[in-house]
């Protein structure tokens, strides 16, 4: 069930094809042409929780907090996982190993940039239509398990008994509430991490200020906007690879 190689290679093209499902995939032919869906699951959870007993005004507030709260946490563990970890080894192609990471989100959890991938999802998932979003964040959080799977093989392989320990004590996605092994050296890169997760970071605020016009057409394009501004500060990025402390 894991991962292969050209997988994880090609993992962010693989991502970006499932969001593109998820936006595109539940549009209507009408007049010969493609148009759009019907409802958001913004609005379809909103109404089924108004249709349970909850105002309709509160349940809108409610699906539309909890989005910017899930925004709001992928981008905090993005770019605190990223800033231990490197962004030159976070965004690299092929596979990497170093020594274990036992500093920052790492002595909680054993993959935090994934943990904040699937928050970041299911903020941006609330825009596409109602059956899209449970296909695409079914799908997706399919995908990061076998990327997940693929990469404790690897590293197994090239640690060894280090990492077998580390990955014996620290959880695979639910974190603890405190850490489990001792902290291990690190210095931390939070500008050179903040540029790289510039998807997560604004996003969230975009949605932050935005969602309350309750206007989905303008927040998908605010993330087309984001998502463009991320190829450019990435390309901006030192190619240079940071090894793992």
Same mark, same amino acid.
């Given at each position: 069930?894991?991962?292969?190689?050209?997988?994880?290679?090609?993992?962010?093209?693989?991502?970006?094809?499932?969001?593109?499902?998820?936006?595109?995939?539940? /549009?209507?032919?009408?007049?010969? /042409?493609?148009?759009?869906?019907?409802?958001?699951?913004?609005? =379809?959870?909103?109404?089924?929780?108004?249709?349970?007993?909850?105002?309709?005004?509160?349940?809108? *507030?409610?699906?539309?907090?909890?989005?910017? %709260?899930?925004?709001? =946490?992928?981008?905090?563990?993005?770019?605190?996982?990223?800033?231990?970890?490197? #962004?030159?080894?976070?965004?690299?192609?092929?596979?990497?190993?170093?020594?274990?990471?036992?500093?920052?989100?790492?002595?909680?959890?054993?993959?935090?940039?994934?943990?904040?991938?699937?928050? %970041?999802?299911?903020? !941006?998932?609330?825009?596409?239509? @109602? $059956?899209?979003? +449970? &296909?695409?964040?079914? +799908?997706? $959080?399919?995908?990061?398990?076998?990327?997940?799977?693929?990469?404790?093989?690897?590293?197994?392989?090239? !640690?060894?008994?280090?990492?077998?320990?580390? /990955?014996?004590?620290?959880?695979?996605?639910?974190?603890?509430?405190? @850490?489990?092994?001792?902290? $291990?050296?690190?210095?931390?890169?939070? %500008?050179?991490?903040?540029?790289?997760?510039?998807?997560?970071?604004?996003?969230?605020?975009?949605?932050?200020?935005?969602?309350?016009?309750?206007?989905? &057409? *303008?927040?998908?394009?605010?993330?087309?906007?984001?998502?463009?501004?991320?190829? &450019?500060?990435?390309?901006?990025? @030192?190619?240079? /690879? #940071?090894? #793992? #402390?």
């Amino acid at each position: 069930m894991k991962a292969t190689q050209f997988e994880f290679r090609f993992r962010l093209v693989i991502i970006l094809l499932l969001y593109t499902v998820g936006f595109w995939a539940p /549009r209507t032919w009408t007049h010969g /042409r493609i148009g759009p869906p019907p409802t958001t699951a913004w609005l =379809a959870l909103s109404t089924t929780l108004a249709r349970w007993g909850w105002h309709i005004d509160q349940a809108t *507030l409610l699906v539309t907090g909890l989005a910017i %709260l899930c925004g709001f =946490a992928g981008a905090a563990l993005r770019v605190w996982g990223t800033a231990f970890l490197g #962004a030159s080894i976070v965004h690299a192609g092929p596979m990497q190993a170093g020594s274990v990471m036992a500093a920052g989100p790492y002595r909680y959890v054993r993959n935090p940039l994934y943990l904040g991938s699937i928050f %970041l999802a299911v903020s !941006i998932a609330i825009l596409m239509p @109602p $059956s899209g979003a +449970v &296909v695409f964040l079914v +799908v997706l $959080s399919l995908f990061y398990f076998r990327l997940i799977l693929g990469e404790e093989e690897f590293l197994a392989k090239e !640690i060894g008994p280090n990492y077998l320990a580390y /990955r014996q004590q620290v959880p695979r996605l639910l974190p603890t509430l405190r @850490p489990r092994i001792p902290k $291990s050296p690190a210095r931390p890169q939070w %500008l050179t991490s903040v540029v790289a997760e510039t998807l997560p970071v604004t996003y969230p605020l975009c949605l932050a200020v935005l969602a309350w016009r309750y206007d989905p &057409v *303008l927040l998908i394009r605010c993330l087309v906007v984001c998502f463009g501004l991320s190829l &450019v500060t990435k390309a901006m990025l @030192p190619k240079k /690879r #940071a090894p #793992a #402390a």
